[in-house]
Every structure is written in structure tokens, then in C-alpha cells.
């Protein structure tokens, strides 16, 4: 990255509406630079494509608290494959148990980081991702 | 519990004790502390049992009972959770503690394209009135009360209730229900909010007003200071913004007319057991007291039972570590000694496996276990608030009152609650202090075993056992949703969601109009639909 604003947008997808974690990253994001885009709750994954391609975001990052992360991240990489969105990587965090990172990676989810990652992964990840 | 900020010199010796809330801890009290505080044995505590009850809502504390416990649960169909209420109740549990799943707690019906994948997951799927007869069937209405964990639509899952009481032939006096119904906590934090602010404190004064006057043993709201809690607030805050959030929908429901004394003793709490030892403690303590005195001074509630701050103290989640879990059942048993020793009236813990599932059931038995270790075997039944009259705790009592108030006072100057929430104020204050506070436990100004300290010696993150989630759960709600959309009577249907927005339009209470919804099998989609179109939805303040 040379001297590149990153410019992420966090999104809560879905019904769930524990923000707490999406709101902390989006702030610690923002702490070290990256320019953060919060959808604010109850997303559809539609909406939060659109929102992606409007503000031409660098990365995609979802938080997802209520275990439904394998079948939401399914149908995100879907939607965007369907309307021929390449170049987004999308990263995920939340109550993600060991066990699913393997399979989220396998589906194409570029970066996943479990409730308690310490804030520096996450930027450390989110900018790998973003080079 | 990790959540002071302890100063320490370079031999490890504490210097200095600074609690969330924002108050010192000196090395020892005395005597002379209480005097700096003007502490007055009768105006500050009174006898347990006594106004302002700070030592105790009773008079002989956990002698008299012990607390109940009400773990929090739900399973995917209303046919399991029949079954685990059964089961629940043939162990001696005489109260329910109903979990919804999404969906229901958004206002969407199973098939809705929107719920893909969230049908059944954190608790059960209610799409109409055919579904609470199937978790209800041979459950004795009369005899065992329901807390419905919901909020945005709690208006038509009490109506709900009150129409499969009736269909089991018990009559509207003699059931007891507990809907959250907390609207302003959910748009703090948790975030199940649907209607905008004005509308949506509107349906809470809706349901107890109507509770009021119809379901005379109902408890129709419970005010969560927990969740706001979890969301980043300090414990003053916490028991400030539950404390003005209460003051809201008093006065909407003094706008209907009604006396405070003639409601105010079905309100309960929802409070969070999570933080320093003595700083619960305190909290508790005073928020007991301070309630009582704001009825009786500025709402001139007169009956002493009315007086009471009544409710469910619980473990706080956000406490819990997803790293070395087992600590996990420690930290819990710990804040469970916190809540006995601040004499909570009715307790439940998260499990230790929260931070990774919905709790298994093997998880959720150790919790269990916990609360009844307390009780059983430790001793804490013995003495009403044993704590009283400790030099520490009686300072840190009144000082505890004191940051409470100030809170208070700040939430009045934006002009209450209802617009804090609604600019978005406390959103942005709360969240910005779980940034903070989170940045303090990485860089290790508070200090949490197995995250930021004792780190070392444990391999790998164990595997913890998982909540399944089966995907036939949807499926069969969804077929029997569509079964049920053929034979109910459609045109009966249509009739009562024309009277429930005529309701809401006009501005009359809409409960009985839900009660009707409900008895012609109107679907839970379908009433919220209603709503969302007479009301519109919430656009969240921006917070960033």
C-alpha cells in the first residue's frame, strides 16, 4: 500500500442487531486511517452491494452475530458474482466459531476475523486484502 | 472482574483504583468516610424491607425465598419448545423465559425473503396464533408465567397470549405474562427496532395501558439497562438510562390518563451483573433506593409496594472471552456472587460458551448449577444484605448514587430520553466508550485473564460444542404457514388488519384490535406489516 486511503464499508446484514462489534471496528478502521463507511442495521444484501458499488469501496466487510454467517456470506459472493463484481474482497467478522473459517475462506471470503480478533489483525488483514 | 483501571508503581503495588464509573478507591474506610458522605442509617438504607430498600425489597431477603432463576431459552419450532417448557416445568420451574427467533422479532413472517436463514436460529419461530397453541398446549396458563424476550412487536405478542389463554379457556385476569417491550433500549443497543421513536414508545404505552386495565397480572414491560450495558455504557449509565427510559413511558402512559400508582408496580428491570465486585454492588444497592425515592418525590407513588425496583439482575455477556472459555464458568460464578450479594431477586448467567453459540444445553445446566450452588451451599441465604454497614460499600453506595444522578441530569438537558435516542446521543456515547474500553483491554490498561494476561501455557482455543441449527426447522414452519394462509378465513383476516389500521391511524390503543388480529390468525408479518405502513421505520441516527 503506498499511501492509499482504504476505503471499507461496514455492513450489518440482515435482522440481527448487535452492533456493538461493527460500531468498535468501524471506529478502531477509522483510528488508523481507512476512510469507514457504516450501513447502519437490518441491511439487505442487495442494499449493501449497491452501497459497495456506489461508493466504490476498496473492501466489503460484514459483521454477523447470530450464526447465520455461512448462508449469508453464500449469498453475498452470489449476488455480487451475478451482477459481475470481481474486485471487492469481502471479509467477515463475528460470533464465527473455528470450525466455519475454513469453509468461509473455501467460498471466497478473504479475511475472517472471530469476535476478540485484536484490532491491529484486522487492519493489518483488511489491508492485505486491499493491496 | 477486569474492568477497573488499576495504577500500579514498579514493584506491582496498586496506587490507584479508578472504577468505570468514574469513582476512586482509596486503600481503607473508615468511620470518617461515612461521615464525607453524610451517610444516615435511616435515610440511606432503612431496615430491609423498608423504604427506601436499599438493603432488601423483603424484609427477611433469600430466608424467606431463595431467587428464582430464569435461564433464557428457545428452540427453533413451537412443537420443541413445547416440549422443552415441559420438560422445563417438570423440573419445579415455575416461570418461562421465552427466546423468538428473528424474524418474529423483526415483524416477518418465515417465508418472507428477507428471514432466509434466520428462521428458528435464536429462538421460536411465531408467525400466528397457531403457533403459540402449539408451544402453549397443555402448559397451565394460570399457574405459569411467560416472559416473552420481544420488543418492537411485544403489542402483538401479548395479544397473542391473551388470545391462546382464551382458546385454553383461561381467562384474561388470570394470566401472567413479561414482554420486554423496551423499544429505546433496542435503539441502543441490540438494535430489534422497527417503528420510529414517537410510534414506537406509543405501542409500549399501548400494551401497558392495556395491561393495565385487561391483564391485571401481566407485567407488561421490562426496562433493560442490561443491553445498554452491553452496548458500552459505564454501570452508572446504565441504571441512569434505564432509570430515564422508565421516566418516558410513565408519562406516556400518564398521557392516557392513568395514575403512576395504578402501573407503576408492573414495571420491572432487566439489569446487568458485569464489572467490578463492589462497584455491582454499590449499583444495585443504590439503584434500589433511588427508584423508590424518584416515585415517591416526583411521581407521588404512595403504595410501598410500588416503591419496589423489582426485577432480573443477570450475568453480562460482554464479560464472558471467547479465549480459554472454561475461565468463562468462573468469571459467571463470580458475578452470580454479585447478584446474590446485591440481593437480586430473580437471576439467570450466560453460558461459558456464548462468545461461540447459542448455549448447549450441557452449558446451560452449569449455569444453572451455579445459581443453585449460591443459594444451596455457599451461604448466601444467610443474612439479609450482608454487606450493610461496611464502611466501603455504604461510601461507595452513596457515591455510586451520586454518579447516577449526574447521569441523569445529562440525559435531561438534551430533553429526555426519547430525544437522546432519537439524535442519536446516547448511540454515539455508548459506542464510543466500547471502542475505548476495548482498546484498553488490547493495549492493557484493563486487565483480562487469558486474553491480556496468563495468556501463556493454553495450546489452541479448545473446540466447543455447537447449538445445531437444523435447516428443517424452516421448512417445516414455512409449509405450515402456507397450510394455514389456505384454510383460516381470509375474509375474517382482512376485516380485523382494517380495524388495526384504522387503530393506528386514529391514534386508540391498538391492542384490542391485536387481540382480534390474532384470534382470526393474522400473521405476525402481517400485523407488523400493517404498522410498518401506518408508521413507516426508523432511520437510525448517523452516529460516525
New interface residues.
Given amino acids: 500500500m503506498s499511501g492509499k486511503i482504504i476505503k471499507i464499508l461496514v455492513g450489518k446484514p440482515g435482522l440481527d442487531g448487535h452492533d456493538r462489534g461493527a460500531k468498535v471496528v468501524a471506529l478502531a478502521l477509522r483510528d488508523a486511517g481507512m476512510e469507514v463507511i457504516y450501513t447502519g442495521l437490518h441491511r439487505t444484501l442487495e442494499q449493501i452491494v449497491a452501497a459497495a458499488v456506489q461508493e466504490a469501496v476498496d473492501v466489503i466487510g460484514l459483521s454477523i452475530m447470530s450464526g447465520a454467517h455461512l448462508p449469508i456470506c453464500r449469498r453475498l459472493l452470489d449476488l455480487m458474482a451475478a451482477e459481475g463484481i470481481q474486485d471487492i474482497p469481502v471479509v467477515v467478522g463475528g460470533v464465527i466459531p473455528k470450525q466455519d473459517v475454513s469453509e468461509l475462506k473455501k467460498m471466497g471470503i478473504q479475511g475472517v476475523f472471530p469476535g476478540g480478533t485484536p484490532f491491529d489483525e484486522i487492519v493489518a488483514g483488511i489491508r492485505a486484502v486491499a493491496a | 472482574m477486569g474492568v477497573a483501571r488499576y495504577i500500579k508503581d514498579e514493584k506491582d503495588a496498586i496506587r490507584d483504583v479508578v472504577y468505570q464509573s468514574g469513582i476512586r478507591v482509596k486503600p481503607s474506610y473508615s468511620p470518617r468516610d461515612l461521615e464525607e458522605v453524610g451517610f444516615d442509617y435511616a435515610k440511606d438504607l432503612g431496615d430491609p424491607g423498608e423504604y427506601p430498600f436499599t438493603r432488601s425489597l423483603h424484609p427477611l431477603g433469600y430466608r424467606s425465598r431463595a431467587w428464582t432463576t430464569r435461564q433464557y431459552t428457545g428452540f427453533g419450532t413451537p412443537a420443541e419448545t413445547n416440549r422443552r417448557f415441559k420438560l422445563m416445568i417438570s423440573h419445579g420451574q415455575t416461570g418461562l423465559n421465552v427466546a423468538f427467533d ?2 418474529t ?2 415483524g ?1 413472517d418465515s417465508d418472507d425473503p ?5 428462521v428458528g ?2 429462538g421460536m419461530a411465531v408467525d400466528s396464533l397457531r403457533d403459540f397453541e402449539t408451544a402453549f398446549k397443555d402448559i397451565p396458563l394460570d399457574r405459569i408465567g411467560s416472559g416473552l424476550t420481544i420488543n418492537a412487536v411485544a403489542c402483538i405478542m401479548l395479544a397473542m397470549y391473551q388470545a391462546v389463554a382464551e382458546k385454553s379457556g383461561y381467562p384474561a385476569e388470570a394470566i401472567s405474562a413479561t414482554p420486554q417491550n423496551d423499544i429505546l433500549k ?1 435503539m441502543v ?5 422497527i417503528f420510529p421513536v414517537d410510534p414506537a414508545v406509543r405501542l409500549v404505552g399501548d400494551a401497558i395501558e392495556y395491561a393495565v386495565r385487561a391483564l391485571p397480572r401481566c407485567n407488561p414491560v421490562s426496562i433493560c439497562g442490561y443491553h445498554i450495558r ?3 455504557a459505564t454501570p452508572a449509565q446504565e441504571i441512569a438510562y434505564a432509570f430515564e427510559i422508565a421516566k418516558t413511558y410513565i408519562a406516556e402512559v400518564q398521557g392516557r390518563g392513568l395514575q403512576v400508582d395504578e402501573f407503576v408496580g408492573s414495571f420491572s428491570f432487566n439489569l446487568n451483573v458485569y464489572g467490578n465486585l463492589w462497584e455491582q454492588i454499590a449499583k444495585f444497592r443504590a439503584a434500589r433506593k433511588l427508584w423508590a425515592r424518584m416515585l415517591q418525590e416526583e411521581f407521588g407513588v404512595t403504595q410501598k409496594k410500588n416503591l419496589f425496583l423489582r426485577g432480573l439482575f443477570g450475568g453480562g455477556g ?1 464479560g464472558l ?3 480459554q472459555p472454561e475461565n468463562n464458568i468462573m468469571r459467571s460464578a463470580f458475578y452470580a456472587l454479585a447478584a446474590a450479594l446485591s440481593g437480586a431477586q430473580t437471576t439467570a448467567l450466560c453460558s461459558f460458551d456464548e ?4 448455549p448447549t444445553p450441557r452449558a446451560a445446566l452449569l449455569s444453572l448449577r451455579t445459581l443453585e450452588l449460591l443459594m444451596d451451599e455457599v451461604g448466601l441465604r444467610d443474612t439479609v444484605d450482608p454487606l450493610a454497614g461496611s464502611y466501603f460499600i455504604e461510601t461507595l453506595t452513596k457515591q455510586m448514587e451520586e454518579r447516577i444522578l449526574s447521569e441523569m441530569a445529562d440525559v435531561q438537558k438534551i430533553g429526555g430520553m426519547r430525544r437522546a435516542v432519537a439524535l442519536g446521543h446516547i448511540q454515539r456515547k455508548v ?2 466508550q ?2 475505548e474500553f ?2 484498553g483491554i ?1 493495549n492493557g490498561d484493563y486487565i483480562k485473564v487469558g ?1 491480556n494476561k496468563y495468556i501463556e501455557g493454553v495450546e489452541d ?1 479448545p ?2 460444542e ?2 445445531a ?1 437444523d435447516e428443517s426447522w424452516a421448512v417445516q414452519q414455512i409449509d405450515g404457514l402456507r397450510e394455514l394462509r389456505r384454510v383460516r378465513d381470509n375474509r375474517a383476516v382482512s376485516r380485523a388488519l382494517n380495524d388495526l389500521e384504522q387503530g393506528a391511524r386514529s391514534g386508540r390503543n391498538v391492542m384490542p384490535c391485536l387481540v382480534d388480529c390474532c384470534r382470526a390468525y393474522a400473521t405476525v408479518g402481517e400485523m407488523a406489516g400493517v404498522l410498518r405502513q401506518v408508521f413507516g421505520e426508523w432511520e ?1 441516527p ?3
Wanted: hydrophobic residues 35%; charged residues 25%.
Fill in positions: 428473528l424474524p422479532q423483526m416477518y428477507r428471514v432466509v436463514g434466520e436460529r435464536v433496542e443497543g441490540r438494535g430489534a427496532w452491553e452496548s458500552g460482554s472471552t471467547k479465549a462468545a461461540y453459540t447459542i459506542s464510543r466500547a471502542y476495548e482498546r488490547q486474553v482455543q473446540d466447543v455447537l447449538h441449527y437510525e448517523s452516529i460516525f
